[in-house]
């Protein structure tokens, strides 16, 4: 009888954990993320894993610690951010910190004057005094209060920089010969921005290495990260930062993707037309930092911002965030996101009414919107589809794009570094996408993977390294198409490096790569056999086939044969949309100046995540010029299990038991929650409370039977709204 007693128990244990089981939300696995300056809000309890709080300056009412404790009281993760190129540092440049007068150590123009960040703040030469500052002032004190992750984010030195005293000794010390003005020959523009990616290399490698070994002797294991724009941004913007090289460094463990729309709506060309494309280059910005830590196994977490810098209206920042969200998540294998940037600014700040002189916050329809999306992300799976299209073409690039932008010599330009777009745009327009190869990255086997061709030019770039070659043509050699464009006219081709010293007498980097392929050293147009591979050789710079009209017919044609007659890769597809599956989500954008003007149309059954109602769709028609994102309810994993599948705040401490479902939501006051949850029945009861257990009534909902999902709308909440349901 004890005996049956005890089974009886252990069933009776059993069934009440049926009755009751719980999921929680585990943050540690910090897959989402923001920055934000200020101390928690209820107006900006984001509800992401992990709060990075920016600067570790006192407040006048607040310490540093006390920011940062601010936040962990409401659950989350912390980790650090400042600025390594500018930041709120006056007792460094005043003398206040070590005694001496730093106030030179910003970054110069030819006309004498200092780029300031904003005023009093200047962009930073570092120095090994300020390294020494930074190691000492700030990355000590934020991992003695407890952080292991740092962010020292935009390494950035401006092109047209480069004449101050510190940089002008650092010149001195790192090539062995008095400082040169960048303005008067190519070669001095390239040694002088050789120079700042070197400094900004050495700098944050001395103080993630310092961070590291103090995090240590704490027993803390302290991870560093970059925030960083993209090498097609700074590159398009006239400035210097260590980019792809970072991705090899021991002391780095990976980066933030900076990209929104301030850096997306850059203008190119294409078709012959100068104009912001702000899909299309949020893409390419976005493939750009994969492929930077893809090979080398860093973690890379993709931000985009729901507003931007430049004060615009409302429906400006949305469009243009829809466009750069849905380039984000075109990334299977990238599944960390920082999803916005300063909430304060978003959900407080004033913008344009257009047509008026008056501003307002945010809208509660917008608001919604966002943070579906936001809130999304925190599901969002890795996944081993692929975007649609035809695989397996990349495009070279290198850090060096950014050593020859600025100033113009000889006559030769590069507009809107048309050299890279003319390489890749007509590609991407075709709906091929089409991956950016790192050059740096050329030595690790997983950047070779399921590349058929490859296509290149040393117009706009120069090989740091005569390595890479030896890797290309080994590349080629086991069956590697390369297509190389180029007239190899450019006034840098002659630049002292490592293809003109020491012996060598290259007169392009070129002729050192087609050497090793067996090549003559200045090959014409055609068709060329090393080993298993093929090279192609156009004597042109790509710049020529996005500046004029129709004029990358040929080179897109060369692309199809290297693709499908000598790699024997297949059929290039040719198409005006991307498009992913991914977990339960369907991801589209159609783009216009493509091969049709024909909409894509979705059929199945859909929660469209665009919109704020979150209505459930039999069809979706996405025309040229925009995208798609939509909750593919065929794709639900488990029809046996109550779940919210999608909504305006974060679902935590949920339960489930027979005929019942509850759980707990949070977000920032004064937003509004539209949610739906999956349901196997239509519910009998839903009983919504707020954090003092007051019962509060639902706005908007509805059942629909055809997806069996409920509709809730009602006030957010960062204490908590409970939701009880019984069907």
């Not at 703040?121 to 991992?143: N, S």
């Not at 007509?426 to 399921?450: F, S």
């Not at 003092?692 to 009602?714: R, Y």
Request: net charge negative; glycine share 8%.
């Amino acid at each position: 009888m004890k005996k049956l007693s005890l089974l009886g128990l252990t069933l009776i244990c059993c069934v009440s954990c049926i009755e009751a089981q719980q999921k929680t939300v585990d943050r540690t696995k910090e897959k989402t993320a923001f920055q934000t300056s200020g101390a928690w809000r209820p107006q900006t309890d984001v509800r992401a894993d992990v709060a990075i709080v920016y600067g570790a300056q006192d407040r006048p009412d607040m310490t540093f610690e006390q920011r940062l404790q601010s936040w962990r009281d409401r659950g989350y993760v912390t980790h650090f951010m400042t600025g390594i190129a500018w930041g709120g540092y006056n007792d460094y440049f005043d003398g206040s910190w070590d005694g001496k007068d730093h106030s030179s150590e910003g970054q110069v123009q030819q006309n004498g004057d200092t780029l300031w960040h904003h005023p009093g703040v200047p962009y930073i030469v570092p120095t090994r005094d300020f390294i020494e500052y930074m190691k000492q002032e700030h990355i000590k004190r934020v991992i003695d209060a407890g952080v292991d992750a740092i962010f020292l984010e935009e390494p950035e030195f401006f092109m047209r920089a480069g004449y101050s005293k510190a940089f002008k000794e650092a010149w001195a010390e790192y090539y062995g010969f008095p400082w040169r003005p960048q303005h008067e020959s190519p070669e001095n523009t390239y040694l002088s921005n050789k120079l700042k990616y070197h400094m900004y290399y050495k700098a944050l490698e001395e103080v993630f290495t310092f961070a590291k070994e103090y995090g240590k002797s704490k027993g803390m294991n302290v991870r560093c990260y970059v925030p960083t724009h993209s090498l097609v941004n700074y590159t398009a913007w006239n400035i210097v930062s260590p980019e792809a090289s970072l991705a090899s460094m021991p002391c780095v463990d990976g980066y933030i993707a900076q990209v929104w729309t301030g850096t997306s709506r850059q203008p190119n060309y294409y078709n012959g037309i100068l104009k912001s494309r702000v899909f299309e280059n949020a893409y390419l910005e976005y493939n750009c930092m994969r492929s930077m830590t893809a090979p080398t196994g860093r973690k890379v977490f993709f931000l985009t911002d729901p507003i931007e810098d430049a004060p615009r209206d409302w429906n400006d920042y949305k469009v243009n965030y829809q466009a750069t969200f849905t380039a984000k998540v075109l990334f299977p294998q990238v599944a960390d996101f920082e999803v916005m940037p300063w909430p304060d600014r978003i959900y407080t700040g004033l913008y344009a009414i257009p047509g008026t002189d008056k501003k307002e916050k945010i809208s509660r329809e917008y608001s919604t919107q966002m943070q579906v999306m936001v809130n999304s992300l925190n599901q969002m799976p890795v996944s081993e589809n692929k975007v649609s299209g035809t695989h397996g073409i990349g495009v070279l690039m290198s850090n060096s794009l950014m050593f020859q932008g600025f100033p113009n010599h000889d006559g030769y330009e590069d507009p809107a570094i048309s050299n890279f777009y003319g390489l890749v745009m007509p590609l991407i327009k075709r709906g091929i996408p089409a991956d950016i190869v790192h050059i740096e990255n050329v030595g690790y086997p997983e950047t070779w993977k399921d590349l058929k061709v490859l296509a290149m030019t040393y117009s706009n770039m120069k090989p740091l390294d005569p390595e890479y070659h030896k890797h290309i043509a080994e590349w080629v050699k086991n069956g590697g198409v390369l297509v190389y464009s180029g007239a190899d006219k450019d006034p840098y081709q002659s630049v002292m490096e490592w293809w003109n010293t020491k012996g060598k007498i290259y007169k392009a980097p070129s002729e050192h790569l087609f050497e090793m392929m067996g090549m003559q050293l200045d090959p014409e147009d055609g068709t060329y056999k090393y080993g298993k591979g093929t090279v192609y050789v156009l004597r042109k710079d790509p710049k020529e086939y996005v500046m004029t009209q129709g004029n990358d017919t040929h080179y897109f044609g060369v692309i199809k044969n290297a693709y499908e007659k000598s790699a024997k890769a297949g059929k290039i597809i040719e198409q005006n949309f991307l498009q992913l599956e991914r977990g339960p989500f369907l991801i589209s954008a159609v783009m216009d100046e493509s091969v049709s003007d024909r909409p894509l149309e979705l059929k199945g059954l859909y929660i469209d995540l665009f919109d704020p109602e979150l209505p459930v769709l039999y069809h979706k028609t996405v025309k040229p010029g925009e995208q798609s994102y939509l909750y593919d309810l065929n794709k639900i994993e488990d029809k046996n299990t109550p779940q919210v599948l999608c909504g305006a705040s974060r679902v935590e401490q949920e339960q489930y038991g027979k005929n019942k479902y509850s759980f707990m939501v949070k977000s920032p006051i004064e937003t509004t929650n539209v949610s739906r949850v999956y349901l196997p029945k239509q519910p009998k009861s839903i009983v919504i409370k707020d954090s003092k257990g007051t019962e509060i009534a639902v706005a908007k909902g509805g059942w629909n039977p055809a997806s069996k999902t409920q509709l809730l709308t009602f006030e957010n909440d960062p204490d908590g709204i409970f939701v009880d349901i019984t069907w």
